[in-house]
DNA sequence: TTTATATATCGTAATATTGCAATATAATAA
DNA sequence: TTATTATATTGCAATATTACGATATATAAA
């Protein structure tokens, strides 16, 4: 085999699996972390900002996009890219969480 | 090609991405909702939990250790695993940085 | 209309991940 | 010592991801 056996486990847990995955490569770190550097949301020139090819960060936009870390409107020509404050505290509150229930924990 | 281009990512970006990556697999997450669940961290039964064989968990286990999320002690025969709280701690730290950044943007 | 610019999709090669049977290792029990 | 039990490692097949050249699409400018 090699599949991921996702149908074994549950929606919550695939979904939480599947917004890590889109975190889980360094240029779309790099891409999100520029956004944040960038004063407004117009953006566009990411192609330049990163050492990878237009395709390549146009596929990578894409599963940014999926898993709604980021959101895209066109806006001319471009298309103008910014994050979705939902989705990070969405992350944040589930880290959130997770510390919580672990302080009743013996480590 | 087709291997991640991770050298040409800043040392920070490549950390992160490895955080996540290893939070980005259904059966990870599983892992560590489990540890959370049990009351102790005297654990040792996560094969039982999951609908997968012994050695898929035990590569599991590798990377969630690998990535600091979760420690494991000796204890006996039985391998003792917890949650991590500092790696915890530092991903929500992140969010939380992410989000006080958005506070001053267009969206 | 034609040209220029920005982004998306297709096709494919290189590499990485996933899952498990078989086997190894290590500690305790008999 | 020889089981027994728990976890790790090896080897490999199936599948997924990554990257990019070529090409398609879409909008604006000339």
């Known amino acids: 085999m ?3 056996k996702s ?9 939480l699996a599947n917004l890590f995955k889109a975190l889980s490569h360094p240029a779309r770190i790099a891409i999100v972390d520029y956004l944040l550097k960038v004063d407004a949301c117009i953006c566009g ?3 330049n900002e990163l050492p990878l090819a237009q395709p390549t960060i146009s596929q990578h936009l894409k599963e940014l996009k999926n898993a709604n870390i980021i959101k895209g ?5 471009a298309i103008c890219y910014c994050i979705n404050p939902e989705t990070i505290n969405k992350i944040e509150n589930h880290f959130g969480m ?10």
């Open 2 to 4: 090699g599949a991921s």
């Open 7 to 15: 149908e074994s486990f549950s929606a919550e847990h695939n979904e």
């Open 45 to 47: 020139d990411i192609v």
């Open 73 to 77: 409107t066109i806006e001319g020509t």
């Open 98 to 107: 997770i510390r919580h229930k672990l302080k009743n924990k013996c480590c």
